[in-house]
Protein backbone atom coordinates (compact mmCIF):
# COMPACT_ATOMS: atom_id res chain seq x y z
CA UNK A 1 0.00 0.00 0.00
CA UNK A 2 1.57 3.28 -0.83
CA UNK A 3 2.57 5.78 2.11
CA UNK A 4 0.01 8.12 1.59
CA UNK A 5 -3.84 8.11 1.52
CA UNK A 6 -6.03 7.79 -1.82
CA UNK A 7 -9.33 7.97 -3.12
CA UNK A 8 -11.33 5.56 -5.15
CA UNK A 9 -14.64 6.16 -7.00
CA UNK A 10 -17.76 4.10 -7.56
CA UNK A 11 -20.62 4.02 -9.85
CA UNK A 12 -24.00 2.35 -10.08
CA UNK A 13 -23.76 -0.59 -12.69
CA UNK A 14 -25.23 -4.01 -13.00
CA UNK A 15 -23.54 -7.11 -15.21
CA UNK A 16 -24.99 -9.58 -16.84
CA UNK A 17 -22.32 -12.26 -18.41
CA UNK A 18 -23.16 -15.68 -19.78
CA UNK A 19 -25.47 -17.46 -21.93
CA UNK A 20 -29.01 -16.04 -23.24
CA UNK A 21 -27.77 -13.35 -20.53
CA UNK A 22 -30.25 -10.75 -22.98
CA UNK A 23 -33.14 -13.03 -22.57
CA UNK A 24 -32.73 -13.56 -18.93
CA UNK A 25 -32.42 -9.77 -17.30
CA UNK A 26 -32.55 -6.83 -20.46
CA UNK A 27 -36.05 -6.10 -20.35
CA UNK A 28 -35.65 -5.61 -16.43
CA UNK A 29 -32.61 -3.81 -17.04
CA UNK A 30 -34.83 -1.43 -19.24
CA UNK A 31 -37.20 -1.19 -16.41
CA UNK A 32 -35.29 -0.63 -13.36
CA UNK A 33 -33.84 2.67 -14.97
CA UNK A 34 -37.71 3.79 -15.62
CA UNK A 35 -37.50 3.56 -19.26
CA UNK A 36 -40.44 2.62 -21.85
CA UNK A 37 -38.82 3.46 -25.42
CA UNK A 38 -35.46 1.39 -25.60
CA UNK A 39 -33.49 2.41 -28.82
CA UNK A 40 -30.75 0.28 -29.95
CA UNK A 41 -27.48 1.57 -31.81
CA UNK A 42 -25.53 -0.36 -33.70
CA UNK A 43 -23.37 -0.81 -37.37
CA UNK A 44 -24.78 -2.71 -40.40
CA UNK A 45 -22.70 -5.41 -39.88
CA UNK A 46 -24.66 -5.98 -36.32
CA UNK A 47 -28.11 -6.00 -37.43
CA UNK A 48 -27.33 -7.57 -40.73
CA UNK A 49 -24.97 -10.82 -40.22
CA UNK A 50 -26.35 -11.84 -37.08
CA UNK A 51 -29.32 -12.12 -34.93
CA UNK A 52 -28.38 -10.15 -31.71
CA UNK A 53 -30.38 -7.10 -32.43
CA UNK A 54 -33.25 -9.98 -33.07
CA UNK A 55 -32.95 -11.10 -30.01
CA UNK A 56 -32.97 -7.67 -28.31
CA UNK A 57 -36.24 -6.87 -29.99
CA UNK A 58 -37.88 -10.13 -28.93
CA UNK A 59 -36.39 -9.68 -25.33
CA UNK A 60 -37.58 -6.38 -24.88
CA UNK A 61 -41.19 -6.58 -26.29
CA UNK A 62 -42.96 -3.39 -26.31
CA UNK A 63 -40.04 -1.65 -24.64
CA UNK A 64 -38.35 -1.59 -27.76
CA UNK A 65 -38.11 1.72 -30.15
CA UNK A 66 -35.96 0.63 -32.66
CA UNK A 67 -32.94 0.55 -34.06
CA UNK A 68 -30.26 2.81 -35.84
CA UNK A 69 -27.66 0.63 -37.75
CA UNK A 70 -25.17 2.83 -39.61
CA UNK A 71 -22.44 3.82 -36.71
CA UNK A 72 -19.35 3.66 -38.46
CA UNK A 73 -15.79 2.60 -37.32
CA UNK A 74 -13.78 4.89 -35.26
CA UNK A 75 -17.41 6.40 -34.39
CA UNK A 76 -18.02 8.95 -36.84
CA UNK A 77 -19.35 12.26 -36.06
CA UNK A 78 -21.70 12.15 -39.05
CA UNK A 79 -22.80 8.71 -38.63
CA UNK A 80 -23.45 10.13 -34.72
CA UNK A 81 -25.78 12.83 -35.99
CA UNK A 82 -27.68 10.61 -38.26
CA UNK A 83 -28.30 7.90 -35.01
CA UNK A 84 -29.46 11.09 -32.66
CA UNK A 85 -31.94 12.08 -35.36
CA UNK A 86 -33.25 8.63 -35.42
CA UNK A 87 -33.07 8.46 -31.91
CA UNK A 88 -35.05 11.18 -31.21
CA UNK A 89 -37.75 10.60 -33.99
CA UNK A 90 -38.48 7.12 -32.51
CA UNK A 91 -39.09 8.59 -28.70
CA UNK A 92 -36.37 7.05 -27.42
CA UNK A 93 -35.94 7.05 -23.65
CA UNK A 94 -32.75 4.66 -23.07
CA UNK A 95 -29.86 3.55 -25.40
CA UNK A 96 -28.55 0.48 -26.12
CA UNK A 97 -24.85 -0.01 -27.61
CA UNK A 98 -24.23 -3.01 -29.46
CA UNK A 99 -21.20 -3.65 -30.82
CA UNK A 100 -17.42 -2.56 -29.97
CA UNK A 101 -15.51 0.31 -28.89
CA UNK A 102 -16.69 2.13 -31.45
CA UNK A 103 -20.54 1.44 -31.06
CA UNK A 104 -20.67 1.97 -27.08
CA UNK A 105 -18.67 5.50 -27.86
CA UNK A 106 -21.19 6.83 -30.55
CA UNK A 107 -23.76 5.61 -28.49
CA UNK A 108 -22.39 8.23 -25.25
CA UNK A 109 -22.02 11.08 -28.17
CA UNK A 110 -25.66 10.06 -29.26
CA UNK A 111 -26.70 10.26 -25.46
CA UNK A 112 -24.77 13.90 -25.49
CA UNK A 113 -26.12 15.15 -28.63
CA UNK A 114 -30.09 14.21 -27.09
CA UNK A 115 -29.45 15.84 -24.02
CA UNK A 116 -27.34 19.10 -24.66
CA UNK A 117 -28.87 21.99 -25.91
CA UNK A 118 -25.66 23.77 -26.87
CA UNK A 119 -23.84 22.86 -30.51
CA UNK A 120 -21.60 20.27 -30.38
CA UNK A 121 -18.03 22.10 -31.55
CA UNK A 122 -18.92 24.53 -28.40
CA UNK A 123 -19.09 21.72 -26.24
CA UNK A 124 -16.14 19.18 -27.12
CA UNK A 125 -13.06 19.68 -25.41
CA UNK A 126 -11.11 23.11 -26.88
CA UNK A 127 -7.54 23.10 -27.77
CA UNK A 128 -6.62 26.79 -27.38
CA UNK A 129 -3.18 27.78 -28.61
CA UNK A 130 -0.26 27.37 -25.79
CA UNK A 131 -3.10 26.51 -23.09
CA UNK A 132 -3.67 22.78 -21.69
CA UNK A 133 -6.83 21.33 -23.01
CA UNK A 134 -9.58 21.17 -21.64
CA UNK A 135 -13.68 19.80 -21.62
CA UNK A 136 -16.30 21.61 -20.51
CA UNK A 137 -18.92 20.43 -18.20
CA UNK A 138 -21.88 18.47 -19.66
CA UNK A 139 -24.61 19.36 -16.72
CA UNK A 140 -27.65 18.40 -18.83
CA UNK A 141 -28.99 14.87 -17.75
CA UNK A 142 -28.41 11.56 -20.19
CA UNK A 143 -30.68 9.49 -21.00
CA UNK A 144 -29.83 5.95 -19.50
CA UNK A 145 -27.36 3.71 -21.36
CA UNK A 146 -26.96 -0.38 -21.60
CA UNK A 147 -23.99 -1.47 -23.38
CA UNK A 148 -24.10 -4.82 -25.17
CA UNK A 149 -20.66 -5.65 -26.26
CA UNK A 150 -19.45 -7.64 -29.24
CA UNK A 151 -16.15 -7.48 -28.76
CA UNK A 152 -13.19 -6.78 -25.46
CA UNK A 153 -12.76 -3.12 -25.10
CA UNK A 154 -11.98 -0.69 -22.88
CA UNK A 155 -15.00 2.08 -23.63
CA UNK A 156 -17.46 -0.99 -22.23
CA UNK A 157 -17.93 1.02 -18.73
CA UNK A 158 -16.49 4.46 -19.06
CA UNK A 159 -17.95 7.95 -19.81
CA UNK A 160 -14.92 9.70 -22.94
CA UNK A 161 -16.23 9.87 -26.01
CA UNK A 162 -13.83 10.49 -28.90
CA UNK A 163 -15.53 11.12 -32.71
CA UNK A 164 -13.97 10.88 -36.28
CA UNK A 165 -14.28 14.22 -37.90
CA UNK A 166 -12.53 14.33 -41.25
CA UNK A 167 -13.00 17.80 -41.35
CA UNK A 168 -10.65 18.32 -37.89
CA UNK A 169 -7.19 18.11 -37.56
CA UNK A 170 -8.08 16.13 -34.07
CA UNK A 171 -10.96 14.18 -32.69
CA UNK A 172 -13.82 15.60 -31.65
CA UNK A 173 -13.88 14.96 -27.38
CA UNK A 174 -16.00 14.88 -24.88
CA UNK A 175 -16.61 13.50 -21.37
CA UNK A 176 -19.77 13.59 -19.30
CA UNK A 177 -20.01 10.41 -16.36
CA UNK A 178 -23.64 10.66 -16.60
CA UNK A 179 -22.85 8.46 -19.74
CA UNK A 180 -21.44 5.69 -18.22
CA UNK A 181 -23.80 2.50 -18.77
CA UNK A 182 -26.42 1.47 -15.91
CA UNK A 183 -25.76 -2.64 -17.58
CA UNK A 184 -23.76 -4.21 -19.33
CA UNK A 185 -24.21 -7.65 -21.07
CA UNK A 186 -22.10 -10.15 -21.74
CA UNK A 187 -23.84 -12.00 -23.68
CA UNK A 188 -22.02 -15.75 -24.97
CA UNK A 189 -23.95 -15.45 -28.15
CA UNK A 190 -23.53 -11.89 -29.43
CA UNK A 191 -19.63 -12.70 -28.79
CA UNK A 192 -19.60 -15.51 -30.51
CA UNK A 193 -21.32 -13.99 -33.86
CA UNK A 194 -18.13 -11.66 -33.79
CA UNK A 195 -15.54 -12.92 -36.07
CA UNK A 196 -12.17 -14.15 -34.72
CA UNK A 197 -10.50 -11.89 -36.36
CA UNK A 198 -11.96 -8.65 -34.96
CA UNK A 199 -11.59 -10.29 -31.46
CA UNK A 200 -8.03 -11.07 -31.56
CA UNK A 201 -7.57 -7.21 -32.95
CA UNK A 202 -9.64 -5.72 -30.10
CA UNK A 203 -7.82 -8.37 -27.18
CA UNK A 204 -4.67 -6.84 -28.21
CA UNK A 205 -5.97 -3.68 -27.57
CA UNK A 206 -6.74 -4.77 -23.95
CA UNK A 207 -4.08 -7.16 -23.26
CA UNK A 208 -1.85 -4.53 -24.59
CA UNK A 209 -2.89 -2.08 -22.04
CA UNK A 210 -2.61 -4.56 -19.19
CA UNK A 211 1.35 -4.87 -19.83
CA UNK A 212 1.47 -1.27 -19.37
CA UNK A 213 -0.50 -1.32 -16.20
CA UNK A 214 1.94 -3.74 -14.72
CA UNK A 215 4.67 -1.23 -14.57
CA UNK A 216 2.83 0.89 -12.23
CA UNK A 217 4.28 0.46 -8.63
CA UNK A 218 2.15 2.95 -6.71
CA UNK A 219 -1.39 1.16 -7.16
CA UNK A 220 -3.81 1.44 -3.90
CA UNK A 221 -4.82 -2.09 -2.32
CA UNK A 222 -8.58 -2.12 -4.49
CA UNK A 223 -6.99 -0.97 -7.74
CA UNK A 224 -4.05 -3.98 -7.57
CA UNK A 225 -6.09 -6.48 -6.81
CA UNK A 226 -8.79 -5.75 -9.46
CA UNK A 227 -5.12 -4.68 -12.23
CA UNK A 228 -3.76 -8.58 -11.11
CA UNK A 229 -6.94 -10.24 -11.79
CA UNK A 230 -7.11 -8.76 -15.24
CA UNK A 231 -4.08 -9.36 -16.21
CA UNK A 232 -4.05 -13.00 -15.46
CA UNK A 233 -7.53 -13.32 -17.64
CA UNK A 234 -6.11 -11.34 -20.10
CA UNK A 235 -2.53 -13.38 -20.36
CA UNK A 236 -4.27 -16.77 -20.09
CA UNK A 237 -7.16 -15.84 -22.52
CA UNK A 238 -5.20 -13.98 -25.29
CA UNK A 239 -2.47 -16.69 -26.03
CA UNK A 240 -5.27 -18.98 -26.21
CA UNK A 241 -6.97 -17.41 -28.73
CA UNK A 242 -4.40 -18.73 -31.76
CA UNK A 243 -5.29 -22.26 -30.95
CA UNK A 244 -9.17 -21.78 -29.75
CA UNK A 245 -10.60 -18.77 -31.33
CA UNK A 246 -14.02 -19.66 -31.10
CA UNK A 247 -13.86 -20.15 -27.15
CA UNK A 248 -16.87 -18.56 -25.42
CA UNK A 249 -15.20 -18.83 -22.53
CA UNK A 250 -11.72 -16.48 -23.49
CA UNK A 251 -13.96 -14.21 -25.25
CA UNK A 252 -15.57 -13.33 -22.10
CA UNK A 253 -12.21 -13.53 -19.82
CA UNK A 254 -11.12 -10.68 -21.87
CA UNK A 255 -14.11 -8.60 -21.51
CA UNK A 256 -13.93 -9.20 -17.80
CA UNK A 257 -10.39 -7.70 -18.25
CA UNK A 258 -11.07 -5.05 -19.85
CA UNK A 259 -13.99 -4.30 -17.28
CA UNK A 260 -11.81 -4.79 -14.30
CA UNK A 261 -8.91 -2.56 -15.90
CA UNK A 262 -11.38 0.16 -16.25
CA UNK A 263 -12.55 -0.24 -12.21
CA UNK A 264 -8.94 -0.31 -11.39
CA UNK A 265 -8.76 3.02 -12.94
CA UNK A 266 -11.31 4.21 -11.14
CA UNK A 267 -9.96 2.98 -7.78
CA UNK A 268 -6.77 5.35 -8.44
CA UNK A 269 -4.93 3.78 -11.14
CA UNK A 270 -3.13 6.13 -13.51
CA UNK A 271 -3.94 5.48 -16.40
CA UNK A 272 -0.71 4.84 -18.01
CA UNK A 273 -0.63 5.38 -21.41
CA UNK A 274 2.58 7.40 -21.61
CA UNK A 275 4.44 4.64 -19.85
CA UNK A 276 7.28 2.61 -21.79
CA UNK A 277 5.66 -0.50 -21.07
CA UNK A 278 2.53 1.15 -23.22
CA UNK A 279 3.06 1.70 -26.51
CA UNK A 280 2.08 4.54 -27.49
CA UNK A 281 -1.34 5.50 -28.05
CA UNK A 282 -1.49 8.83 -29.55
CA UNK A 283 0.33 7.13 -32.29
CA UNK A 284 -1.85 3.95 -32.46
CA UNK A 285 -5.12 6.16 -32.42
CA UNK A 286 -3.91 8.61 -35.33
CA UNK A 287 -2.81 5.47 -37.50
CA UNK A 288 -6.35 3.48 -37.27
CA UNK A 289 -8.68 6.85 -37.20
CA UNK A 290 -6.39 7.48 -40.78
CA UNK A 291 -6.71 4.28 -42.11
CA UNK A 292 -10.18 3.04 -41.78
CA UNK A 293 -8.50 -0.75 -42.82
CA UNK A 294 -6.49 -0.33 -39.78
CA UNK A 295 -7.91 -2.34 -36.56
CA UNK A 296 -7.33 -0.62 -33.08
CA UNK A 297 -5.26 -3.96 -32.24
CA UNK A 298 -2.75 -3.44 -35.40
CA UNK A 299 -1.71 0.14 -34.37
CA UNK A 300 -1.49 -1.26 -31.43
CA UNK A 301 0.70 -4.31 -32.00
CA UNK A 302 3.31 -2.47 -34.36
CA UNK A 303 4.58 0.30 -32.33
CA UNK A 304 4.47 -1.72 -29.05
CA UNK A 305 7.74 -3.14 -29.05
CA UNK A 306 10.10 -0.41 -31.13
CA UNK A 307 8.45 2.06 -28.08
CA UNK A 308 10.17 0.01 -25.41
CA UNK A 309 13.11 -0.32 -27.37
CA UNK A 310 13.85 3.21 -28.01
CA UNK A 311 13.24 4.19 -24.10
CA UNK A 312 16.14 5.59 -22.45
CA UNK A 313 14.94 6.10 -19.13
CA UNK A 314 13.41 3.24 -17.42
CA UNK A 315 12.20 2.20 -13.83
CA UNK A 316 14.38 -0.74 -12.76
CA UNK A 317 11.24 -1.76 -10.37
CA UNK A 318 8.32 -1.52 -13.14
CA UNK A 319 10.78 -3.37 -15.90
CA UNK A 320 11.23 -6.28 -13.62
CA UNK A 321 7.53 -6.34 -13.26
CA UNK A 322 6.33 -6.89 -16.21
CA UNK A 323 9.53 -9.33 -17.24
CA UNK A 324 8.02 -11.32 -14.68
CA UNK A 325 4.18 -10.71 -15.88
CA UNK A 326 5.55 -12.20 -19.36
CA UNK A 327 7.84 -14.98 -17.77
CA UNK A 328 10.81 -13.48 -19.53
CA UNK A 329 12.22 -12.39 -15.82
CA UNK A 330 15.84 -13.74 -15.12
CA UNK A 331 17.56 -13.36 -11.90
CA UNK A 332 20.22 -10.79 -11.68
CA UNK A 333 18.86 -9.45 -15.04
CA UNK A 334 19.35 -5.41 -15.66
CA UNK A 335 17.10 -3.61 -16.24
CA UNK A 336 18.05 -2.74 -19.55
CA UNK A 337 18.00 -6.31 -20.68
CA UNK A 338 14.62 -6.78 -19.08
CA UNK A 339 12.85 -4.14 -21.28
CA UNK A 340 14.75 -5.81 -24.10
CA UNK A 341 13.45 -9.27 -23.25
CA UNK A 342 10.11 -7.58 -22.58
CA UNK A 343 9.95 -6.09 -26.30
CA UNK A 344 11.09 -9.22 -27.73
CA UNK A 345 8.40 -11.43 -25.92
CA UNK A 346 5.75 -9.45 -27.41
CA UNK A 347 6.98 -9.28 -30.38
CA UNK A 348 6.92 -12.87 -31.26
CA UNK A 349 3.49 -13.11 -29.33
CA UNK A 350 2.02 -10.70 -31.34
CA UNK A 351 3.65 -12.27 -34.91
CA UNK A 352 2.38 -16.12 -33.26
CA UNK A 353 -1.09 -14.48 -33.14
CA UNK A 354 -1.09 -13.42 -36.38
CA UNK A 355 -0.64 -9.73 -35.63
CA UNK A 356 1.30 -7.40 -37.38
CA UNK A 357 4.67 -5.88 -35.91
CA UNK A 358 5.93 -3.40 -38.34
CA UNK A 359 4.52 -0.53 -40.11
CA UNK A 360 5.48 -1.98 -43.37
CA UNK A 361 2.92 -4.98 -42.49
CA UNK A 362 -0.05 -2.28 -42.88
CA UNK A 363 1.11 -0.51 -46.31
CA UNK A 364 1.79 2.85 -44.28
CA UNK A 365 3.46 5.09 -46.45
CA UNK A 366 6.74 6.28 -44.80
CA UNK A 367 5.33 9.76 -46.61
CA UNK A 368 2.34 9.83 -44.53
CA UNK A 369 4.38 9.63 -41.14
CA UNK A 370 4.54 13.43 -40.54
CA UNK A 371 0.47 13.93 -40.59
CA UNK A 372 0.09 11.04 -38.62
CA UNK A 373 2.86 12.84 -35.95
CA UNK A 374 0.75 15.97 -36.35
CA UNK A 375 -2.28 14.43 -35.53
CA UNK A 376 -0.81 12.85 -31.86
CA UNK A 377 -0.66 16.25 -30.20
CA UNK A 378 -4.20 17.14 -30.17
CA UNK A 379 -5.47 14.32 -28.28
CA UNK A 380 -6.63 14.54 -24.57
CA UNK A 381 -6.65 10.71 -23.73
CA UNK A 382 -2.57 10.80 -24.08
CA UNK A 383 -1.94 14.18 -23.09
CA UNK A 384 -4.40 16.55 -21.12
CA UNK A 385 -2.30 19.10 -20.30
CA UNK A 386 -0.37 22.01 -22.25
CA UNK A 387 1.32 20.87 -25.52
CA UNK A 388 4.73 20.92 -26.71
CA UNK A 389 3.61 19.94 -30.63
CA UNK A 390 7.29 20.09 -32.12
CA UNK A 391 8.80 17.67 -29.24
CA UNK A 392 5.79 15.36 -29.64
CA UNK A 393 5.64 15.57 -33.11
CA UNK A 394 9.73 14.58 -32.92
CA UNK A 395 8.66 11.56 -30.25
CA UNK A 396 5.96 10.36 -33.08
CA UNK A 397 8.43 10.42 -35.95
CA UNK A 398 10.97 8.89 -34.16
CA UNK A 399 8.80 6.26 -33.26
CA UNK A 400 7.52 5.82 -36.39
CA UNK A 401 10.43 4.69 -38.07
CA UNK A 402 11.65 2.21 -35.73
CA UNK A 403 8.71 0.69 -36.37
CA UNK A 404 9.04 0.67 -39.61
Known amino acids: MS ?16 RQALEQGLKEAVQRAGARRAFVVCSPSINRR ?10 LGEFHAGVFDAIEKDSTYASVVAAREAAAAAGADLLIAVGGGSVIVATRAVAIFLAEKDEPFRIMTQYPEGKPAFSPRLMAPKPPIINVPTTPNSAMNRAGTGLKNPDLDH ?21 LATPADLIRSTGTTVFAGLVGARAQLDANPLAAGDEDQ ?8 YRRLAEEPDEAALRLDLCLAAF ?13 RGGVFSGN ?13 VGQGESTSVVHAPRIRLSEEI ?22 DAAL ?10 GRMGMPTRLRQLDIPREDFPRIAGETVKNFNANAGARSPEAQVAEAMRLLEAAY
Request: charged letters at 30%.
Open 171 to 191: RMEFFDPKTRPQAIFLDEEAL
Open 50 to 59: TDTVRRIAAA
Open 3 to 18: DNGFRAAGYPWRLHCG
Open 341 to 350: AVADALERLY
Open 260 to 272: LQNRAEDDGLRRF
Open 315 to 336: EPRGARRVAEALEVWRDGMATR
Open 281 to 293: YAVSTALHVRYPR
Open 230 to 237: AFRLAWRA
